[in-house]
């Protein structure tokens, strides 16, 4: 028989003490905050019927939260996974668009449908965030504007894991502010399946991809191609992907192999300055990767991986002024190896690695001045005349204790850069499971960033890069709460980044250039809140809601410049809200709706474009945002409608750069077993 309990908590606490500081939460929302106490138990059981089944399934789950895998139930760091399912829901089906619901993860976009975005975690820049694909890291070392230049779909992912946090010591240099892994390709059927969509100003894309497993070597290949007319002058583009992930199983190993490319045309209308609205860029963008784990009692893992980007920006598409020189031509190349194994010591687990790596700048822009120029493949008459290399080098120690309730992980990553030399990355991280399914967690680590190559040697009419930059770093502690079921995974948390070395873009008179410098310190204080509620896994079944998730997060940043001008504002999100809920509408048609409220602090210089002048300051616009979706589904079939911004909102994530209203879109999806 079935125990049900049933809990009732009547009193409301009021924070008023909290509220009176300037440095407060409460404070800051101008409101005193009450804070109910409401029992999960209470909510959960008054539906009958358990979920002991898709508990089984959540401890099953691997994620990357330290440098050897983890249950997700064991981890002790604030970690979100989006699976398949909420994501075939949401009304987005681009990246930018889903990460844009993880947890305090800003994503600032210049155009639609993925065309240049910049992300950014717990109010860091859009360089000190790590992202990866299957464990690979694919960051630009030239710029982070190029950093979500990826092949991969919506419908090709299988789960994201968002690490909230530094990660220096689980993926290496650059995870200063957060890491985010993309899991890709984890189906065992065989199929085949088509997918096309259509929607506003000119919207339409196609897809095929499919799954075929030959005994024991599974193979997944994707390609699809997105275009669009633009929502205003100059916001075309064009977008083709293709996408392979294979695996080979033997008895104790695993050989998996996974290559992708991208390219981008758009009109980058006002990207990086409204002077001059004509701009236009390519990106290319291809990696591959091979990786080979055993399952011994040493567990070994070898990879090797490469990634190359192009690009090419003209600051006039057409029509250009007397005085300009032409297009920008980047080339990078970033190749590596790594190590890692992992075995039973000191009474837990431990885990060494070391990893190597070659980042590459070829240029008409930027880098030192090469020897003999290289011609641009892609342009007649046109050389590639600047260049610049480094080589990383990392060595990983880890260890792991489970005793009684408590878990810890410790470890560290030393690096040596043959520019920047030795830096190395302690940290630990320890939880205590007040039971089964709830958690205390508290952790601190520090974290670095290496300067890119544009922050190294862009040299433009009113900003110069510096040779001489120094690698950021930054010491961050954090506790919190994590209560983790079948039904529903709750996680809070406060933090506090202290950082160093931060490079801003600075000048002591006016009149004088913006230089990158080492002289700026940015503290951060965040306290962010996740519930994840899944009423589809209640044995229940006439319940209308299937997932409810709520994100909430707070960031206050400090910022000391010394006696310099700063040329960046803190431009970061002080509250960043999301819901998202997903039902039944009838039989197998549902719906789901997403709503984000995002207060930006700062403020911009907006630009005149018919008087052609700059005008006066302003603060950052509060902006909401609804989207929604309606769809029906089943094994073979999937129809679809859906909006973005249906308030029709006017507003900008970057300076400048306006966004477009109303976006309605409608597809369809057959997927066929072979």
Not at 284 to 300: H, V
Not at 303 to 312: H, I, M, P, V
């Amino acid at each position: 028989m079935k125990t049900e309990k049933r809990f009732k908590i009547k009193s409301t606490f009021y924070f008023k003490q909290w509220s009176r500081k300037q440095y407060s939460i409460m404070h800051s929302l101008k409101s005193i905050v009450q804070i109910a106490v409401l029992s999960v138990g209470y909510l959960l059981n008054s539906f009958t019927g358990s979920a002991q089944t898709d508990t089984l399934k959540l401890e099953e789950i691997q994620v990357k939260a330290a440098r050897n895998e983890l249950k997700y139930t064991d981890a002790v760091r604030m970690l979100t996974v989006i699976d398949k399912d909420e994501i075939s829901s949401m009304p987005a089906n681009d990246i930018a668009g889903i990460l844009s619901t993880a947890m305090n993860v800003d994503v600032r976009e210049r155009g639609a449908s993925g065309v240049q975005a910049d992300f950014n975690m717990r109010g860091g820049s859009f360089e000190q965030a790590l992202i990866l694909i299957n464990g690979m890291r694919v960051n630009d070392p030239q710029t982070g504007h190029f950093s979500l230049n990826l092949p991969v779909d919506a419908e090709d992912i299988s789960r994201i894991e968002v690490l909230s946090g530094p990660a220096a010591r689980i993926y290496g240099n650059n995870a200063f502010s957060g890491a985010i892994n993309i899991i890709t390709g984890k189906e065992n059927k065989n199929f085949i399946k088509f997918s096309g969509t259509g929607g506003s100003y000119g919207y339409w894309d196609a897809k095929v991809s499919g799954n075929y497993k030959i005994k024991n070597l599974k193979n997944y290949l994707s390609i699809s191609k997105t275009a669009s007319a633009g929502y205003k002058e100059n916001t075309d583009f064009n977008i083709n992907n293709i996408y392979y992930s294979g695996n080979q199983y033997f008895d104790n190993s695993t050989l998996s192999i996974q290559a992708g490319y991208t390219g981008k045309a758009f009109g980058a209308n006002s990207f990086y300055t409204p002077v001059f609205p004509n701009q236009y860029e390519e990106n290319k963008t291809a990696f591959a990767n091979i990786r080979y784990q055993s399952q011994t009692k040493i567990k070994m893992s070898y990879a090797a991986y490469w990634r190359l980007n192009y690009d090419k920006f003209e600051l006039f598409r057409n029509n250009p002024a007397s005085w300009y020189q032409g297009a920008n031509y980047h080339k990078n190349n970033t190749y590596g190896i790594s190590t890692n194994a992992s075995f039973n010591a000191f009474g837990g687990i431990a885990s060494l690695g070391t990893e190597w790596n070659n980042e590459q700048i070829i240029s008409n822009k930027l880098g030192d001045q090469l020897e003999k120029p290289k011609p641009i493949k892609e342009s007649i008459d046109k050389y590639y005349t600047n260049g610049s290399k480094r080589q990383n080098i990392s060595f990983f120690a880890e260890q792991q204790y489970s005793f009684d309730k408590f878990n810890l992980v410790a470890g560290v990553m030393s690096n040596y850069n043959t520019v920047f030399g030795w830096n190395f990355y302690p940290g630990f991280d320890l939880g205590y499971s007040i039971n089964h399914n709830l958690k205390l967690v508290a952790s601190a680590n520090y974290s670095g960033r290496l300067p890119s190559f544009t922050e190294l040697y862009y040299v433009g009419p009113t900003n110069t890069g510096n040779a001489n930059l120094s690698v950021e770093k930054a010491f961050t502690y954090e506790s919190g709460i994590k209560y983790m079921s079948g039904i529903m995974i709750i996680q809070s948390t406060v933090f506090r980044r202290l950082g160093s070395n931060i490079i801003d873009w600075v000048k002591q008179n006016p009149d004088d250039l913006w230089q990158a410098q080492n002289i700026t310190t940015v503290n951060a204080t965040g306290f962010e809140f996740s519930a994840n509620i899944k009423l589809k896994n209640l044995e229940q079944k006439n319940i209308p809601i299937n997932n409810i998730r709520l994100n909430y997060a707070y960031t206050q940043l400090d910022k000391n410049s010394g006696n310099y001008i700063s040329k960046y504002a803190l431009d970061y999100l002080i509250h960043n809200f999301n819901i998202s809920i997903e039902h039944n509408v009838y039989k197998k048609i549902k719906a789901s709706w997403q709503f984000q409220y995002r207060k930006r602090n700062g403020s911009y210089i907006p630009y005149d474009s018919e008087q052609g002048q700059w005008l006066s300051p302003e603060n950052y616009k509060d902006i909401y945002l609804l989207n929604a979706k309606l769809f029906y589904s089943n094994q073979k079939l999937n129809i679809f409608a859906e909006g973005s911004n249906l308030l029709n909102l006017k507003y900008q994530d970057i300076e400048n750069v306006e966004l477009p209203g109303i976006w309605l879109k409608a597809g369809i999806s057959l997927k066929l077993a072979i």
